[in-house]
C-alpha cells in the first residue's frame, strides 16, 4: 500500500510541475504576442490627410466667385451709353486687318469723311433719323425702278431685330416697298426670286445673308445709296453688334464686296444708327 501511495503522489507531483511547467510557456506566449497593438496607431494617420481637401475646394469656390464678379456685361451696365462715330468704324477696321494686312494696305481701307453721314445722337428713332440724313426719299424710291437692287439698306445683328427695326420705320417707309434680308425661315432662293420679280425700295437684314445673296447674283449693289447699321443697339447680354465676333467678320467681309469702292467714289452714304 505504501508503495502505491507513493506512486500516486509521484504523479500529481509531476502533474503540478508540468502544469507549472506549461504555465511559464503561455506566459512566454503572451510576452511574444504583447507588440501586436502597433498597427493601430498606424490607422490614426489617414485620418490627418482627410482634413486638408475640403480647405482646398472651399479656396477653389472662393476664387471662381471672385473671378464671376467681373463681366463685360457688369461693366457695361454700369458704364454710361456712347454713340457710335465713324472713328469708331475706322478703328475696327485698323484693328481687325492689322495682322493680315501691311500698313498700305491699311491706309487703303481708310474712308473718307465725306461718305459718312450724321451718327445718331441716342435721341433719334429709327424713323426721324433716317427723315435727318435722307430728306428726299419719296423723290428718290419715285425714281427708283430697277429690280434686284435697294436704295437703302439697314444692317443688325438679327432676324428678331431686323423684325424690330421694320415696325419702328413706318413713319419713314410710307408706300415704299421693304423687303426682310435675313436667313430665318426663309430660303435663299426663295429671296432671289423676289428681287427678281419686284422693285425694292428698302432692305433691313443680316450681314450673313446679305453676303450670301451678292455672291448668288440676287442683289446689285450699284443702284444701293444709303447703307446703315443698327450700331448702338444692345442685346440682352448688353453687347453691340460690332461687339459680336461673328456679325463683325461678316460686317467687313461684306465691306470688301463693293461697299468700299462705292463709298470711296462717293456714291453710297454710310450711317450709324
Known sequence: ????????????????????????????????????????????????????????????????????????????????????????????????????????????????DSCFLKANDLTHSLSSYLKEICPKWVKLRKNHSEKKSILMLIICSSAIRALELIRSMTAFRGDSKVMKLFAKHIKVQEQVKLLEKRVVHLGVGTPGRIKELIKQGGLNLNPLKFLVFDWNWRDQKLRRMMDIPEIRKEVFELLEMGVLSLCKSESLKLGLF
Do not use: H, W
Open 1 to 112: 500500500l505504501l508503495e502505491k501511495i507513493n506512486f500516486s503522489n509521484f504523479q500529481t507531483l509531476y502533474f503540478l510541475e508540468a502544469s507549472e511547467g506549461g504555465g511559464e510557456d503561455t506566459e512566454v506566449m503572451q510576452q511574444e504576442t504583447v507588440p501586436v497593438p502597433a498597427p493601430a496607431k498606424k490607422t490614426k494617420q489617414p485620418k490627418e490627410c482627410f482634413l486638408i481637401q475640403p480647405r482646398g475646394k472651399k479656396e477653389d469656390s472662393t476664387k471662381t466667385r471672385k473671378r464671376r464678379k467681373k463681366k463685360i456685361t457688369d461693366v457695361l451696365a454700369k458704364s454710361e451709353p456712347k454713340p457710335g462715330t465713324p472713328a469708331d468704324l475706322q478703328q475696327l477696321m485698323k484693328d481687325y486687318y492689322s495682322s493680315s494686312r501691311s500698313v498700305i494696305e491699311l491706309e487703303e481701307l481708310n474712308l473718307p
